[in-house]
């Protein structure tokens, strides 16, 4: 069975600092990765994918994530945090012609002034 | 705007009663989708739907019951066997039912069975 591994549960960091949240997945076969971002009471956002090519891959708003199939992670990171990207973020991972996503437990960042 | 809409909000019963929980979307998506969040444990995947009339059970589905009468249409249904339903519930659409395309959320149902 597939699984997503999300060590983290909090992640506190200064405004401005940068940030890694962490993602491993399990899996034999090819897989495609997102990282979803979800605002308290709201549902989730998309903030990048990983479907193939290039394994940088990066958001509109500064975030971007790293395809590593040797360690089998994708960890998000971004140079320099606001306070607006406090929120939940959840990895999640497809596996290649299979159409279920599994979901890590998510990772709350909280950016303080 | 196109979107997916969940109602109500928040919503309250009693223990014993089924409640159902709306999920619309405007997307022309072929593909639906409920889960289920619980606080540190991240979604996990109740029903979905790959085309009209069509469903399949995922990870969870037991207490819990779906129907795909319109392509626009994905209601769930909690009924009194769900042993523990209280939770936030979060309804998603994909244009395909293929593992590369993206999920579109609804902003989510809070439940709450007293």
């Known amino acids: 069975a597939q699984s997503v591994t999300q060590l983290d549960s909090q992640v506190p960091v200064f405004e401005e600092a940068p940030v890694e949240l962490r993602c491993n997945y399990s899996s034999s076969v090819s897989v495609y990765l997102f990282w979803y971002v979800q605002y308290p009471n709201q549902g989730l956002q998309l903030l990048l994918k990983y479907l193939s090519g290039s394994t940088l891959v990066e958001s509109i708003n500064g975030f971007e994530a790293e395809f590593n199939k040797s360690q089998t992670s994708f960890h998000l990171r971004k140079p320099s945090v606001h306070i607006s990207d406090t929120a939940e973020y959840f990895c999640?991972?497809?596996?290649?012609?299979?159409?279920?996503?599994?979901f890590g437990s998510g990772t709350k960042l909280n950016v303080k002034p | 705007d196109g979107g997916i809409t969940q109602s109500p909000k928040y919503l309250f019963r009693k223990e014993g009663q089924n409640v159902t929980l709306s999920c619309e979307q405007n997307?022309?998506?072929?593909?639906m989708y409920w889960y289920r969040q619980d606080p540190g444990q991240g979604l996990r995947l109740i029903y979905y739907s790959q085309i009209v009339n069509d469903f399949q059970k995922g990870d969870i589905a037991e207490g819990y019951s779906v129907s795909r009468e319109k392509k626009e249409s994905f209601p769930l249904t909690v009924t009194s066997a769900q042993k523990n339903p209280t939770a936030f519930y979060l309804c998603?659409?994909?244009?395909?039912?293929?593992?590369?395309?993206?999920?579109?959320f609804g902003p989510g149902t809070r439940l709450t069975v007293t």
């Open positions: 999640a991972v497809s596996r290649y012609n299979f159409n279920k996503f599994y």
């Open positions: 997307l022309n998506h072929d593909a």
């Open positions: 998603a659409s994909s244009i395909g039912s293929g593992s590369n395309y993206e999920q579109y």
